[in-house]
Structure formats: structure tokens, C-alpha cells
């Protein structure tokens, strides 16, 4: 086909095709540039809602565990932590307490009474607490208690014995004893000179 057109005007027309293309292009990438303008604004959207729904579920939870009181059940599981630990102590400690303190009352001397007993950290030993009328019957305990005889402890020592003139249900002094087993004796469950 022969163009018979001036140049110019052929010239006119071929920009016109390219200014129609052009816009064309020109109104896509706008549309395109609002749908990623409107995707993204509701993205903000929806995340300012979960953030606003997530801290009122985070609100509602934490008045719940108040209202349930989660202190108070914290507290009353460790206390029963405690007990078991203590429990555990107790039975790592191989001792039969029922044959021990049976032997134990049998060799305290009249006037004295055993008050407390502690399984302190040294293996096989106790710390006790007595009782007694007076002075000398503290260190009576001591001495009947290291008798070899008596098959019970190794080794006694006297922490401290305090006399008041303040009767304290008729027993005035109070000592406080370290006492360390007998390696060959009857109140082990398992008797250490053995091991």
C-alpha cells in the first residue's frame, strides 16, 4: 500500500497510536496502584483489629487467672512442693524414726524430755532439741545419747544449752544437740557399715 499522506500528518497519526497506548498503559498502572494502595490499607485495617482483639482476649485471660486466684494456687503448690521435699528428705535419710525414738526415750535421764529432731545435711546425722530440769541433766542427755552401749549414736556434741527462770512447761533449759549415727546400728534402712 502506497501511503499517500503528507509526512507530517503520517507522522501526526503514528504519535496519536502511541499516545492512545500509552494511556492505556498510564490508566492500568493507576489502577494497579490503587488496588495495591486499597490491598494495603486494609492490611492496616486488619491488623489494628487483631492487635485491638488480641490485647482485649490478653485482658480477659489475665482477669480470669485473677478471679481464679493463680497466687493463692501457686502458693499452695509450693507448700506441698515443700512437704514432698521434705517427704523425700526424710526417706533419703534411711532412718526408721519409730525404732530411733523408741531408743532415744529409753536412755533420757529423768527430768529430760526430747522436744524436736532435725535431719540436718550431714549424712547420717540429726540435730536434736531437749528439755531438761536443769543444767546437768542437759549434759546427762549428751552423755547417755554417746554411750557406746547404746548403740545409737557415734558422736554427740552440744551446740548450746540455755537455762531460763522462766518455767517452759516445767523444763527450764533447753540444749540443742549435733548428733552423728552409729555406723553398725538398728535405725538405718540400710545400715551404713555395710555399704
Known amino acids: 500500500m502506497i501511503n499517500l499522506l503528507p509526512p507530517e500528518?503520517?507522522?501526526?497519526?503514528?504519535?496519536?497510536?502511541?499516545?492512545?497506548?500509552?494511556?492505556?498503559?498510564?490508566?492500568?498502572?493507576?489502577?494497579?496502584?490503587?488496588?495495591?494502595?486499597?490491598?494495603?490499607?486494609?492490611?492496616?485495617?486488619?491488623?489494628?483489629?487483631?492487635?485491638?482483639?488480641?490485647?482485649?482476649q490478653n485482658a480477659n485471660i489475665q482477669a480470669d487467672l485473677n478471679k481464679q486466684n493463680f497466687t493463692g494456687v501457686k502458693d499452695q503448690v509450693q507448700t506441698i512442693s515443700n512437704s514432698l521435699k521434705l517427704s523425700a528428705k526424710v526417706l533419703s535419710s534411711e532412718v526408721l524414726f519409730s525404732k530411733l525414738l523408741t531408743q532415744i526415750g529409753s536412755v533420757m535421764p529423768?527430768?529430760?524430755?526430747?522436744?524436736?529432731?532435725?535431719?540436718?545435711?550431714?549424712?547420717?546425722?540429726?540435730?536434736?532439741?531437749?528439755?531438761?530440769?536443769n543444767y546437768t541433766t542437759a549434759t546427762q542427755v549428751q552423755v547417755n545419747l554417746t554411750d557406746p552401749a547404746n548403740k545409737i549414736f557415734s558422736k554427740v556434741d552440744i551446740v548450746s544449752i540455755q537455762c531460763n527462770n522462766t518455767n517452759t512447761g516445767g523444763?527450764?533449759?533447753?540444749?540443742?544437740?549435733?548428733?552423728?549415727?552409729?555406723?553398725n546400728n538398728q535405725f538405718l534402712f540400710i545400715n551404713q557399715g555395710n555399704k
Open 171 to 183: 523444763y527450764p533449759c533447753q540444749a540443742q544437740l549435733r548428733a552423728l549415727f552409729n555406723t
Open 110 to 133: 529423768n527430768g529430760a524430755v526430747l522436744t524436736g529432731l532435725t535431719i540436718n545435711q550431714v549424712k547420717g546425722g540429726l540435730d536434736l532439741a531437749v528439755g531438761s530440769t
Open 9 to 56: 500528518l503520517s507522522q501526526g497519526y503514528k504519535y496519536a497510536r502511541l499516545n492512545v497506548a500509552l494511556r492505556k498503559w498510564a490508566l492500568a498502572l493507576f489502577i494497579v496502584l490503587l488496588g495495591v494502595g486499597v490491598l494495603g490499607t486494609y492490611g492496616v485495617i486488619i491488623i489494628h483489629r487483631s492487635d485491638v482483639s488480641y490485647t482485649q
